[in-house]
């Protein structure tokens, strides 16, 4: 459809016997199609993400709007092992106890207290290394 579509990146018409179309609605000239951060062109050899009408490179988008580590922010390559805790997610030598140090492991006791994980013998002492004090356990 030449002479019909108008680009999504410029709004111009778009007259040139090529056109790229990125999802059903959004279709670009081969030149405007660029990454709205870093402006890299985005054709058939960088895969090209959106986000709101706005194209994006895959690195640009992973670190605008990709899950980051809980404890170092940093985001996450899609061969990266992971461990969650609730909501969060963590770089396997990120999850440590936030007391001692120790990596936690898959298989460890450990408890969420506010964003720290803390390692099932550091979970009955306070931050200072006194002993919490317990209240009665419920059966």
């Known amino acids: 459809r030449p002479g019909l579509a108008l680009c999504a990146g410029c709004g111009g018409r778009i007259q040139d016997p090529f056109l790229l179309r990125v999802s059903p609605d959004l279709e670009w000239h081969v030149a405007c199609l660029k990454c709205a951060e870093c402006g890299q062109p985005l054709d058939e050899t960088c895969t090209c ?35 969650r805790a609730r909501d969060h997610v963590y770089h396997l030598e990120c999850f440590r106890c ?42």
């Open 49 to 83: 993400f959106l986000r709101d009408g706005k194209a994006y490179c895959k690195r640009d988008y992973s670190r605008l709007f990709g899950i980051k580590c809980a404890q170092c922010r940093a985001s996450f390559s899609s061969s990266d092992l992971v461990m």
């Open 98 to 139: 936030a007391a001692c140090g120790r990596q936690l492991l898959p298989g460890d006791q450990f408890c969420l207290r506010d964003r720290d994980l803390l390692c099932r013998a550091d979970h009955g002492h306070n931050h200072d290394g006194t002993a919490a004090a317990r209240g009665p356990r419920s059966p």
